[in-house]
Structure formats: C-alpha cells, structure tokens
C-alpha cells in the first residue's frame, strides 16, 4: 500500500513550513484504509476499517469542509479558505474513495462470495430471487416512499443530511398531461439497507441485497403510465457542527435541542452520484444543493459504505473476525473486595482495553452502594448509550447520596444522548449542571467522599478516555485511581468551579486547561530544549491525537534545534514536518494504526536528570488548551511510572508492524512493510491475556 502526501505550507502563511491540518486529516484516513487492504486481516474486519474510512470522510465533511466551500462559492483566492483550499482536500478525498471503492468491487466482494457471502445485485439475481425481491418492494419498501415530481407546486423537497435518494428522468406526461421529467425519491432511514435472503431463496448460501439495488430495479413500479430513463441514486453531506451562542441563549439545553432538529439540513458540502449518472442529472443536483463542481463525487456503489457495517453482524462467522479478545481485569485490583481499599494502598493504574473498564465500573457500585459514601461527583462527555454508568449513578441518588454530574451537552455528534442522559439524572434529583459558558467540559473526572471515622476522605479517578463501556473495550486509554490528598482537592476545586462558576484557587498537582495547561507544556518544552542546549540532555516524548497547536509546535521546532531529542507519537493529525534539515532534524513523528484506536495521552519530558510523566486527557490542539476544560496530572510512583514508560512510549517507539514515520516529504511511511514484525497492542495483549490467566 502507498503512502500519500501531506502537502506543505500551512494555510495562514505562504512561508511556514508546518503541513496543512486537513490534508493531514485525510492522510490519517490512508492509513486506516490500508487495514483494509491487508491479506491478512480477517475479511470481515477488512470491511470494518473500510466502513470507519467512510465514516470518518463523512464526518470530515460535516465538521471541516464547509469553510472551503464557501470559499470557492465566494471565488477567493487568499486567505485561508479558497477554491485552491477546496481543490486540495477534494484532490486527496476523492483519490481515496476511489480507492475504498476498487478494494470494495475488486477484492472485498469476491473474498465474500469465497466464504459463501453474497451481495447480489439485480443482474445476478435468479428468476426465485428477482420474485422474492418483487414481493419485498411491494411489502416493505414502496408503501414508505413518496415520489416526489417536479414542478412549480411541487419545488425540490428538502433532502436530510447523509441520506439515501434517488433522481429520476422520466418521459412521457403525467396524469394532467404536464411534461414535467424530473422526480425524487427519499428512502426512509428506517428502512434496511442491507437485506437478507432467506435460505429457501437463497439456495443455502449467505446471501443479501442492498436496499438501493431493490428500489433500482423496480423504479418504474413508482411511476405508473411513465418510462423511466436515466436515474441515480444520490446522498448529500451536510455541515452539522452545532453553533449556538451560549452568551445569548436563556436554556443551552433547549437551545441545543432545537438545533438538532435543524443538523440535518445544513449547508451542503459535498454530493455523491452513481458514476453513471448523467451529466446532465448530476448538474441539476449540483445546482439545486449550489455546490462547487469541484463537490460532487462519482461512486461505483452504494453511496454509503458506512452500512455496509450491519454486514458483520448479520453474518454469522466468527473465523471471518479478529480472535475474540476477552481484557483481564485490572492487575492492581482484586477480582472481589474493595476497589477503595486497594486505592488506600497506593495509587492505581488501568490500561485499557488491554485491562477491563469493569475496574472503573467496580469503583462506581462500590460507592453507590457504601453506606458511608456521602457524594460523587462525575463529568460527562460521551457515554454514549450504554446503561450501566447512569444506571450507578441513579442507584446512588436512591441510595441517598449526592450526586452531581456535570454533562457537556456540546459533545460533537452526542449531544441527544447527553441531553436525554441530563434530563433523567434531573427527573431523580441529582445535581445536573453544563460547565463554563464558552468552553467544553472535556476532562474526565470521578470524585467520591467518603466519611471514615471523624474524617472525610476523597477517592478520585481520572481518565485519558470516556466513561464509555464500550468504546472502553476499542480504544487505548489509561484510568487512574487515586485517592492523593493533593490530587482529589484539586478535583474538588475544579468541580466547585464548574458548577459555581466560582474562581479556581491555585492547583496543588492538576493542570488545568485553559488556566495552566498550555503554558506549563510550553515551560517544560522550554526547560528540555535549554538542558540541550547545556549539555546537560533533553529528551521529550508526546503520545497524543492530534498536534495542530503552533505555539506547542514552534517550541518543539526550537528545543529539537537546540538539540533535545523530541519523539512525537501522534495518532491523527500533524501539523509539525519531521526531519527537516535545519528545522526538526531531531524530531521524528510517528502513528500507530492498530486494532484498537490510540486515544491515550501521555507527556514525558526529561531536563538533565530531571524528569516528569503527565497524564492527559487533552490533544496538542488549541480548542483543548484554549476552549476546553481540560486536565493533566503527573505520575510520581516510580513503578506506575515506569510502567506507562514501558508501556505507553516505548513499545510504541519500537513498533515495526503498525507504525508509520514521517518523512521530511511530509508523507507517511509504513515501518516494516515487507516483513513481520513487532506489535505493541498485539504485545500488550499478549501480556495481559498471559497476566490473567495466572492469576
């Protein structure tokens, strides 16, 4: 598999050397797609990879896009955002979709139909098969669809974001004998669209059809008394990055709630067509949604590979899958007892999904139910919709504890879900409240008192991830158990800020972002580079998301000049260029695509003989140090530290299986291409299955 370029020369100034942020965005996706194209990758999950390809384009359209086509609307030709802006994103997009789109036709069906799967289209379809079909669309489907044709009374119908349409040109008149050619058809999203045959049809095969290939061959069933001629199906992609302006607003819930109902009609941004609609068909719809040409993209299949997904549910073959990976629990944790008392003896560390998130859950009902537990406090960010988590903090406000849950209701593409979240816990009576106007509520914190004897004692974790059990089992993250006076009063300090909007005193251990985060990683960046300088050493390593912040970026440039020998591993986006003769000869960027997604964040600074490992749950981004309520904390047990060393840096800095290095070209580089080699999750996995199965 190639590695594509990330082109240079960022976009606010004709002179600086850092990469462009959204082309580095794109070639993130690359190296994901290329799971896809590995032989040795179990074909079901080689369709996983390519469907989060897909889902990963469709939300870079909706968030990042929408500015570059305004910019090309608007014929701008400086600044930022331009049609030479918009021709660079689309030139790498459209590159790779054609690329999911071959790997999809060309290798991922025929693997399929070896393994017995098919997706039959209407042309491969038996007489048995075209009747069942038939009788499906008949039943099923066109009762729920309302061809819509064009006239002065009937204008274009509004068409949701990511949904799928068809455009048809008919001849001949319609019942009041107009001409009129053009008529749409919107598919419900409650419709399937992936189908399956049942065995009697099917001959015993594992076979389905795709929604838009049923509707495709009876089209003309719709239009009785017309001929159907040229049709399409189509799908359009909207901006849905909510805005809404927290200082004009009385209710940030309700004003949030009225702007879900508005997402799926934004500003179109981009616009798929079969790549045999007709020109003429395409140029209409273009007009209609007033896209750039350059917006429109030809796609040889369905318009959504994301649907493809419900595939690797429907089949039922194991063998066709990733091993099943069951985590150990927690090595610091005993299996039964308490969860606080181990806490008592020292501070805790989890790494997931390698360990089980059932440490943190455990932690959580040990604190519902313990009668001398008197508050928890929590913040909530994407738990998605999962039970368990609320339902512990439910249990708790019926066991007569305090409950306080700050909910961030602006997390991207989750915000329904926290809404409904924040309205039962309130219907309960726990304290619900939003953070601080103008900034999201990113950092992950779980904070319990506890009254042991005439004191109240504080157990606190937290997290470089989500309180989400199940991205918590697919994705890299550490929990940390503490019950550190300094650390669970800093805690204490930051949830009495968020909740009062009361000033935030001085921090004993935490950094918090947008307060002392930013300026303490550009200090300590500082203070390696200076030791460097000295003799004295600097070395710093980064394992982080994404690293598109330019103050942070320029002062890596000036400490690796200065000598500290700087390892970045980032997972996403870059915006710094790695090896660069006079730039960043002494930095190298590195990202490790695997199984499970890397989300952890862990920042490891040494000056001379001085050394600090932090702990995160911020990206190198300006929105996290600028716009986020963010936290770090340092890990001062040798051992835990040492642990997240061996762990979380150096078996990633020596992976030669699932890393990619930058190259001075700005492109990424697959390490050990042609050979087997060392991978840290596969590592880490081996290690914990083996740590389990001793216990």
């Known amino acids: 598999m190639p590695s594509f370029p990330v082109n240079v020369g960022e976009k606010n100034t004709e002179k600086s050397v850092l990469l462009d942020r959204d082309l580095s965005i794109l070639a993130f996706n690359e190296r994901v797609l290329d799971w896809a194209h590995r032989a040795e990758v179990p074909v079901l999950e080689r369709l996983r990879y390519l469907c989060i390809v897909s889902s990963n384009i469709d939300e870079f359209f909706e968030v990042r896009a929408e500015p570059h086509v305004m910019g090309a609307l608007q014929g701008l030709t400086s600044g930022p955002y331009t049609q030479a802006s918009l021709e660079a994103i689309t030139e790498q997009a459209t590159a790779m979709v054609g690329r999911q789109y071959k790997l999809y036709n060309e290798h991922l069906l025929p693997a399929f139909e070896r393994h017995g799967i098919q997706i039959l289209s209407h042309g491969e379809r038996n007489a048995g098969q075209r009747r069942w079909v038939r009788n499906y669309f008949q039943n099923e489907v066109q009762p729920l669809l309302v061809p819509v044709g064009l006239d002065p009374a009937h204008p274009f119908p509004q068409v949701a974001n990511k949904s799928l349409n068809f455009i048809v ?15 749409i058809v919107k598919v419900p999203r409650v419709l399937p669209r992936l189908i399956p045959i049942p065995p009697r049809v099917s001959g015993g095969a594992t076979a389905f059809v795709l929604l838009s290939s049923v509707i495709r061959a009876h089209l003309g069933e719709l239009f009785a008394g017309r001929e159907v001629g040229q049709f399409s199906q189509f799908r359009v992609t909207r901006h849905s990055d909510l805005a809404v302006d927290e200082d004009d607003v009385d209710n940030l819930r309700t004003a949030l709630r009225q702007g879900l109902a508005h997402r799926h009609y934004g500003q179109a941004v981009r616009l798929e067509v079969s790549s045999d609609c007709s020109a003429r068909l395409a140029e209409f719809l273009r007009q209609q949604f007033q896209l750039p040409a350059l917006s429109v993209f030809r796609v040889n299949g369905p318009v959504n590979l994301v649907r493809l997904m419900q595939l690797i549910d429907l089949v039922k073959a194991p063998q066709l899958l990733f091993p099943p990976y069951e985590a150990s629990f927690p090595v610091q944790l005993p299996s039964q007892g308490s969860v606080m008392a181990s806490m008592r003896a020292g501070d805790v560390v989890i790494h997931q999904p390698f360990e089980s998130f059932d440490g943190v859950l455990a932690f959580l009902r040990e604190a519902a139910y313990d009668p001398q537990v008197l508050a928890i406090k929590q913040t909530i960010y994407r738990t998605g919709n999962d039970p368990v988590m609320m339902d512990l903090l439910r249990e708790a406000v019926r066991q007569g ?30 304290q619900v409240v939003y953070g601080v106007v103008g900034l999201k509520t990113h950092a992950k914190m779980l904070l319990v008192t506890r009254r042991e004897g005439k004191t109240l004692r504080r ?13 918590a089992r ?16 800093d805690m204490d300090h930051l949830f009495l800020h968020l909740a009062s909007q009361s000033r935030l005193p001085k921090m004993k251990r935490l950094l918090v972002a947008p307060f002392h985060l930013h300026a303490q990683m550009l200090s300590n960046i500082e203070t390696a580079g200076e030791a460097a300088a000295a003799g004295q050493g600097g070395r710093i390593v980064i394992k982080i998301n994404a690293l598109t912040d330019v103050p942070l970026i320029e002062a890596l440039l000036a400490a690796g000049q200065k000598g500290a020998q700087i390892d970045l591993i980032v997972r996403g986006a870059c915006m710094l260029p790695a090896g660069m003769a006079g730039v960043s000869e002494n930095i190298r960027v590195r990202s490790v695509i695997g199984r499970f997604l890397e989300h952890s964040r862990v920042f490891y600074f040494r000056a001379g003989q001085d050394e600090s490992l932090y702990l995160s749950s911020a990206d190198w981004m300006s929105r996290n140090m600028m716009r986020r309520i963010e936290l770090a904390w340092p890990v001062n047990d040798p051992v835990l530290r040492q642990r997240i060393i061996d762990e979380c840096i150096l078996a990633y800095l020596h992976d030669s299986r699932d890393a990619w290095d ?20 596969s590592a880490l996995m081996a290690r914990y299955s083996a740590a389990a199965q001793q216990e």
Do not use: M
């Not at 930058?662 to 999750?681: E, F, K, M, N, T």
């Open 169 to 183: 040109q008919l001849s001949g008149k319609d019942a009041f004998g107009r001409a009129n050619e053009i008529a």
């Open 401 to 430: 504890k305090e409950v306080t849950a700050v909910v961030e209701l602006k997390a991207r593409f989750d915000e329904e879900a926290n809404i409904n979240w924040a309205e039962q816990l309130e219907s309960i009576g726990a």
């Open 459 to 471: 157990y606190g974790h937290l997290s470089t991830g989500n309180y989400n059990p199940r991205t």
């Open 474 to 489: 697919l994705y890299t993250d550490i929990s940390y158990l503490t019950c550190d006076a300094d650390i669970t009063a």
């Open 662 to 681: 930058l190259g001075s070209d700005g492109r990424y580089h697959r390490v050990g291409l042609h050979a087997p080699g060392h991978s840290a999750q």
